[in-house]
């Protein structure tokens, strides 16, 4: 890497000089924009109307887009933005899971808005550095580096013509650029994507943080909906934020002790309870993988089953055989839950980079679905390869998961062949042909290029070209929204098809995940029960993302009393957790129910900024059948007893003597009908029309009653 | 016959919590389990047994995702 002729070819475009100031509980108080269009760098306020109604993260991106963009606003026009912002609880130290981001953008998938979170220490540096949030806007003409210096007070845009694109290359050389010592590593952040993201629909963003300990960077990753694809359209290599003297007290909350009470019991709580439950400090998110084969919510050959006898040839312990445990793996500091797993040593297989060692973060559990058991591919090897690929590349790993085995499916069916693929024989199981339809998207070429188009494009692509029925494809065509599903086989949990296609963004687990209170636990049995649990923790998930903080430490450990408590499924003490350190930041008030309030407010508005976009309604909504039961005879068949008792019990159909073909129609005739009741019933809670718009007095009950808002909604009603 | 979360399951003699969740394959490492209402302590998995008729609730805590 030759740094000084790299950092020799960069170009001074503009530079803006500013005063860092403190925080106070939380918040900057104002936000940085940034227009590569014009080269424009600008410091604006951030109101307390937008902290009483959005409160952060989430909220702050969704109403600087809401302000940026009009209905007829394309993904890749420059008036489109990427907003990244932390959230007031954002970056504290004394609570595991505090350093999280949300990203905000128009979607190249879904052409709507999307929000995507990531850990990394981008989202705590640039509020330290005195930015509540950072929007961006425009296009530049050549590529750029957007660097933020939080300690000096100045931030530049540099034409940088010479760095890399793909991420482990890149953001190791701005590193070497920007860093004044290799002790200074630690202080810097980088916002990136890779090759790929110029080729593909699904380009997501890699956030990094410098591992002190293994003196390697290591990238999470804002993967869902193509915000990366935004990233390299506007021509944007990197954001790059330096921030030296991180400490407990950045954020100035208001009550110092009460933050530093909670965060020591959640600790302690941690240390003593996560050998004997979920080992998240050990194994991360793969323990999941068993979980899910055990319970047949493992998606295997595109959803058709949820279980396969190889899945525990990529259950935990495989990936301990690999892990590098037990050095800093959280991606925030003060992370005791430790879950951000880290590989070393690992060589290159295939590809450009063919032979290299490279310091690799491990997949996570959706990672090893989508890549893996979605592909019928049980190789621990390729799915580490593919990992990290898909994030040098800029690739999001669930929706390439998805989309590939969507067309491995469609392969098999004999809907596309060789001659289509260029060759590749994209067979269930084909590990070489998945990874070189990943070098493709990269390189841009042959069929990669369509495969990066995603499932929604493919499908009306495959119907177009090549005469392939509509229905079929809509049946096994994983997306709604445009958006590929996560990696959860939803058939058995009609709650859970509701969370991915009523989610605001397109199906993504991040607002509901039902699936144990629904199909296991039978907590929700009625109508009224269901629309409840896909009011309260749509909810209660979206509030995390207002205020920077991660899922995981809400109910991937649980304190040792939980069982005995009212409501053990919300994890109440943990709640109460949330609001105690919510209220020590920011010196309010608030309690559970306002909490929910707060989430209601920015979950109605991202609702209706769909509604303004042209989408958002129940049409949106439909999901693909595969999602609700079998599509296929042989679908059917691999859980005949399940499907047949179905139809006994709950149609008194006498199943004896029927076809294959009879039972698929009857279940799915009653199962269709059984989401749409589900709709009805989650509509009216929530406060929506029938046809999924929220009522003006909904709005009104939760002050989000803005005049530009009551608009859009009177017009749609 | 016994009630598994409010669906029937067939009883054998000597079913203990483990051998439940054995049967059910529930893996699941947190989980809240009563028999008729009375709530049973992971330590009494082994030896708690259950009684045909029995109304047994295997709680799986929310997780995932």
């Known amino acids: ?717 | 016959m016994i009630k598994v979360n409010g669906r029937n399951f067939e009883w054998e003699k000597n079913l203990t919590v483990t051998k439940l969740l054995q049967k059910k394959n529930y893996t699941f490492p947190s989980i809240v389990v009563q028999i008729n209402g009375k709530f049973i302590p992971q330590a009494q998995y082994e030896t708690a047994l259950i009684n045909d008729g029995d109304d047994v609730k295997v709680i799986h805590l929310t997780s995932g995702g």
């Open chain 1, 1 to 717: 890497m030759n740094v000084e002729k790299i950092k020799a070819a960069h170009k001074l475009l503009a530079e803006f000089k500013y005063t860092p100031g403190k925080l106070d509980k939380g918040y900057a108080n104002k936000s940085l924009y940034i227009n590569v269009s014009e080269n424009k760098i600008e410091a604006k306020p951030v109101t307390e109307m937008m902290k009483e109604k959005f409160t952060g993260g989430r909220g702050f991106g969704l109403w600087y887009l809401w302000n940026a963009v009009t209905p007829e606003t394309k993904w890749n026009d420059p008036e489109n933005e990427i907003i990244i912002s932390p959230g007031p609880v954002g970056g504290i130290t004394q609570y595991p899971g505090a350093g999280k981001s949300l990203v905000v953008s128009l979607s190249p998938l879904t052409g709507s808005v999307m929000d995507s979170n990531v850990g990394g220490h981008f989202g705590p540096l640039l509020k330290f550095s005195g930015w509540d949030a950072l929007e961006l806007q425009g296009k530049a003409e050549k590529d750029v580096v957007i660097f933020i210096d939080g300690n000096a007070g100045i931030i530049r845009i540099e034409e940088a013509p010479e760095e890399a694109l793909d991420s482990h290359l890149l953001v190791e050389q701005l590193y070497e650029i920007y860093a004044d010592t290799p002790e200074d590593k630690r202080n810097i952040s980088v916002v990136s994507t890779g090759a790929a993201a110029e080729h593909i629909l699904y380009g997501m963003l890699n956030f990094s943080l410098y591992d002190t300990r293994r003196k390697a960077v290591r990238l999470k990753q804002a993967g869902r909906g193509g915000i990366g694809t935004v990233l390299r359209d506007k021509k944007v290599k990197a954001i790059v934020v330096k921030f030296k003297g991180v400490k407990g007290n950045l954020n100035n909350p208001a009550d110092f002790a009460a933050l530093a009470k909670t965060g020591i019991k959640m600790h302690k709580e941690i240390h003593a309870g996560d050998d004997k439950q979920c080992q998240m400090r050990v194994r991360g998110t793969t323990y999941l993988v068993k979980i899910m084969n055990d319970y047949d919510l493992l998606p295997v050959c595109n959803f058709k089953y949820g279980s396969h006898p190889d899945g525990n040839k990529i259950a935990a312990p495989k990936w301990i055989e690999n892990f590098n445990i037990g050095k800093a793996d959280g991606c925030w500091y003060g992370c005791t839950l430790s879950c951000s797993k880290v590989i070393c040593d690992y060589e290159l297989k295939t590809g450009p980079y063919k032979g290299q060692k490279v310091v690799t973060d491990a997949p996570e559990y959706e990672t090893i679905a989508g890549v893996g058991s979605n592909c019928g591919i049980f190789d621990p090897q390729f799915i580490i390869e593919a990992n990290f690929y898909c994030d040098t590349y800029g690739v999001d790993t669930i929706s390439f998961g998805t989309t590939t085995a969507f067309l491995m499916e469609c392969y098999e069916n004999g809907i596309i062949n060789r001659q289509i693929t260029g060759g590749l024989d994209l067979r269930f199981g084909n590990q070489d042909a998945a990874m070189e339809l990943l070098h493709q998207m990269a390189r841009g070429e042959g069929f990669g290029r369509i495969a990066g188009l995603g499932v929604r494009k493919c499908k009306e692509l495959f119907v177009r070209e090549y005469g392939a029925g509509a229905a079929f494809l809509n049946d096994i065509g994983m997306e709604v929204k445009g958006l590929e599903y996560a990696e959860y086989v939803s058939k058995e949990s009609l709650v859970q098809q509701g969370g991915f296609g009523m989610a605001n963004k397109g199906p993504q687990h991040d607002e509901a995940w039902l699936i144990f209170m629904d199909m296991v636990n039978n907590q929700l049995p009625t109508f009224e029960n269901k629309a409840e649990a896909l009011h309260y923790f749509p909810m209660f998930r979206t509030w995390l993302g207002l205020v920077g903080l991660c899922k995981l430490p809400w109910n991937d450990i649980v304190p040792e009393n939980n069982a005995q408590t009212d409501e053990p499924a919300k994890i109440p003490e943990h709640v109460q957790n949330y609001v105690d350190i919510f209220n020590a930041v920011t010196g309010k008030n608030i309690d559970k129910k306002e909490m929910i309030l707060q989430s209601e407010r920015v979950y109605n508005f991202q609702k209706v900024f769909n509604i303004k976009m042209g989408f958002g309604t129940r049409e949106h909504d439909k999901i693909p059948y595969r999602s609700v039961g079998p599509v296929t005879v042989e679908e059917y068949e691999s859980r005949q007893d399940r499907y047949d008792s179905q139809l006994k019990e709950l149609l008194g159909m006498e199943t004896e003597g029927k076809s294959t073909e009879e039972k698929l129609k009857a279940l799915r005739e009653y199962r269709e009908a059984q989401y749409e009741k589900l709709v009805d019933a989650v509509y009216e809670r929530r406060g929506w029309t029938p046809n999924g718009i929220p009522k003006l007095e909904t709005l009104q009950k939760l002050g989000i009653d803005l005049p530009e808002v009551v608009e859009v909604v009177q017009k749609s009603l």
